[in-house]
């Protein structure tokens, strides 16, 4: 049984289409996030939601649009995508807030051409 | 000045060498703090938790200096398994924020 399952695990995609990234955990957690891992193997927090509401947004373009729909999927759309996303994103989940240990989906990796 | 800074290495040590890294935060409101583990492809997971009075699982000892805001990792009789890229991990805003540092590269040899 898989604790955070993202899906897909590889995509990829023109330039300026639109796609989305699944994500649901079965842990009962009440805090999901998403982070972005550049070729530079740089993780960075993109969203926090706590119990479906959105806690965190870092200055991410508003072409991504995390959506929630119950305590255990957070999903990723992306709109226009451009060349810069290209990237690992990660979705992750923890039991509360980020004082506790954070647990890591596979991860997506999406290439732009 | 980035909020969580590591040496990216990469650290090359022989198998039972002993290691260590530092990482160093620049919000004093920090709370928690964390060292991670992440393989070449793989999904980050958490090594261990780091409290102010020193931590210690097997191998591997987390200590923590509010003071001086920096964090250390210690491996002792390092193991080739041990080969990966360690992350150090802060939290704030309640907790809801959590910062990667850039991760530090460890190569252990035969």
């Known amino acids: 049984d898989t604790a955070v399952s993202q899906t897909p695990k590889y995509l990829v995609t023109q330039m300026g289409n639109d796609k989305s990234i699944k994500c649901e955990q079965n842990?009962?957690?009440?805090?999901m996030y998403w982070y972005k891992q550049d070729s530079k193997k740089f993780l960075k927090i993109m969203f926090s939601?706590?119990?479906?509401?959105?806690?965190i947004n870092e200055t991410v373009p508003n072409r991504f649009s995390p959506k929630s729909p119950d305590k255990a999927h957070l999903n990723l759309h992306i709109n226009s995508l451009e060349l810069g996303d290209s990237a690992v994103y990660f979705c992750?989940?923890?039991?509360?807030?980020?004082?506790?240990?954070?647990?890591f989906g596979q991860g997506t990796r999406l290439t732009v051409v | 000045r980035k909020e969580v800074e590591q040496d990216p290495g990469p650290f090359n040590v022989p198998e039972g060498a002993t290691v260590a890294f530092n990482c160093t935060y620049s919000?004093?409101?920090?709370?928690?703090f964390f060292w991670y583990r992440q393989d070449c492809r793989k999904e980050p997971k958490l090594l261990m938790s780091?409290?102010?009075s020193g931590n210690e699982d097997g191998r591997f000892t987390a200590q923590l200096n509010r003071a001086s805001q920096y964090i250390s990792l210690l491996i002792r009789d390092s193991k080739l398994s041990d080969s990966a890229t360690y992350l150090c991990?802060?939290?704030?805003?309640?907790?809801?924020?959590?910062?990667f540092g850039a991760g530090t590269r460890l190569f252990v040899k035969a």
């Open positions: 992750a989940s923890s039991r509360t807030q980020g004082n506790t240990e954070a647990f």
């Open positions: 842990l009962g957690h009440d805090t």
């Open positions: 939601y706590n119990n479906k509401e959105l806690i």
């Open positions: 919000n004093s409101a920090s709370q928690s």
């Open positions: 780091v409290y102010s």
């Open positions: 991990v802060v939290t704030h805003t309640g907790g809801f924020k959590t910062i």
